[in-house]
């Protein structure tokens, strides 16, 4: 009776004390009042010519997760050959962990089996002209250099390359006879309040007259009044891609975003827009919208953390009581306290953790390749509160992952597997998009009560580690698209990503069936990004990068190589000790 009383009195000496730091937590991070929400603009629209424009993986001792990236830039860069990266296709599968532990002997063997085809005479053909385009660009002849990327790369699907986008129009003077009927009958619905006579012909129009710019933004109107906010966030999504330099609809699709309380995206749809036309006159007024919109997601995020606090720490003294450990309250309370730092903080966290436990290639060029390139999208991404860090793992499959805050690890099998550093640029393009959006933190976020509760449960951590880090088809989706755009604001070829997939769906011998997969399928996303780099005209017979990236290629499998052998001399230590036993 005694112990079980002392018992009660320690898990109620502990409740008081968890519940009196939760308070000081709430006190000492005060809630930021939301900015208040700017009212959409519903000007005439105005035509202004501008120029083009992962999931977090926490590692746990030697087990590495991956995940899969951004757009925009002040300045379109033309690479130079000492900064040309190259893209890891596995990379774009974030649920799919890497094991990273010692190899068995089976487990060699069947590595050694598999050797990779020499490439055929036409790809040796074909890497040869692209090299030879890259340095005509190089040298500024880009007419010539256009020429030889066109002979080297297929054209895509018809059923890509016939979806070109017409120029955007903004005056109803300018529709056909029929878009003007269509406008008309739309205006006169409006005027009447009769649903169908708005509904039908605003529809019909958006569809067969794309290119008008007021229709989408009056359709995308009316659905929100008739309380359709996800279908006229659609509207105005798909018309952003085809036009994303017209400023009357990146405002109303920003404006429309923040009612739906999506205020990251409504941040980074302004800040692109500023970044890609720095000189339009309304580059300002979009920069002080990504501002308030940052700020208002930023308030959320500490509001939503704040209200985790209680539960954590209950969370916490559930675990005493189940097991005895103080170290499950104070974990709760020091992972609570770090998601209130903010995203920052979390990825110089877990990455000082990472660190610790990776091994990372130390090789300079080879960090100079990789760094160089990351910072080259970086720069474009239209987010400048964070530190970028590049890092490289001595492993050989395709991949890479991004942790909150702008730490990005690349596998050193990404570089060995990838054909170009615009492929590479891809990846970590990708990657770079997830921490840009900040898809990680989101997910961190709402994994943090899970993650706290699971570790009382056999193999809990994991469970709550996979909650964490499983990208919807959504993100990974904005992933690709700000990726892509990206690598095009760097000066980089339009289809690096696109060709990373093509290169990943080659290489991944084993996939689990698309409907199990919360990431699009290879064959799925190539598709979507042949058509976003068609729609949007972007340039896919520019720089390739692939002299430089061959190179550096030679440096990452001369340090897998030396990686396997030092592991096997470990293993057959290690077998020799055992034996000696």
Known sequence: MKRRWKSL?????????????????????????PAKEPAAST???????????????????????????VPTTTETKQPTESTQPTPSPEATDPKKPTDSKEPTPSEDKKSESV?????????????????????LYQSGQIASAEKLYREAKEPFAKSSEAQQRKEAIVDPAQLSPGGKVYWR??????????????????????QQYPEFIPGHIKYAEVLKKDNQQKKALDVLERAATLYPNQPDLIRARVAALAEAKKWMEASLAARQFALLNP????????AELAETHLKRYKSHIRAKVRGNTIANIVTGVLGYAVTGSLLGPFTALDSTIMLMRGEKAVG?????????????????????????????????????DFKYEFFVIP??????????????????GAIAKTKSEAELAGLIG????????????QLVTQGNLIGNLTQYIPYGGTIGQLFAMSYSRDMERQADTLGTRLIVASGYAADGLRNLMVTLDKEQKYRPPQWLSSHPGGNERVRYLENLITQNQYNRYTYEGVAHHMDIQQKAKQILKEQKEKKQRLRKKKDRVDESK
């Open 9 to 33: 009195l320690l898990s109620a000496s502990w409740v008081l004390l968890s519940f009196g730091t939760s308070i000081v937590i709430i006190l000492t991070h005060p809630l930021v009042s």
């Open 43 to 69: 000007t005439e629209t105005t035509k202004t010519p501008t120029p083009n424009q992962s999931p977090v993986v926490v590692p746990t001792g030697t087990e590495t997760n991956k995940p899969v990236v």
């Open 115 to 135: 050797i990779e085809p020499a490439p055929t005479p036409e790809e040796i053909a074909r890497q040869q002209k692209l090299m030879e385009a890259d340095k």
């Open 185 to 206: 009958e739309a205006e006169a619905g409006i005027a009447s309040q009769l649903y169908t006579r708005t509904m039908v012909p605003l529809e019909l129009l958006v």
């Open 279 to 286: 000189n339009s006159p309304q580059a300002p007024e979009f």
């Open 348 to 384: 110089e966290s877990v990455a000082k953790q990472a660190r610790k436990q990776l091994d990372l290639v130390k090789d300079v060029s080879v960090l100079k390749y990789v760094d160089d390139i990351g910072q080259k999208l970086a720069k474009v991404s239209g987010r400048n």
């Open 395 to 412: 492993e050989e499959s395709l991949n890479a992952f991004a942790l909150p805050g702008g730490k990005v690890f690349v596998h050193a």
């Open 430 to 441: 990708h990657e770079l998009s997830h921490v840009v959006l900040s898809h990680g933190f």
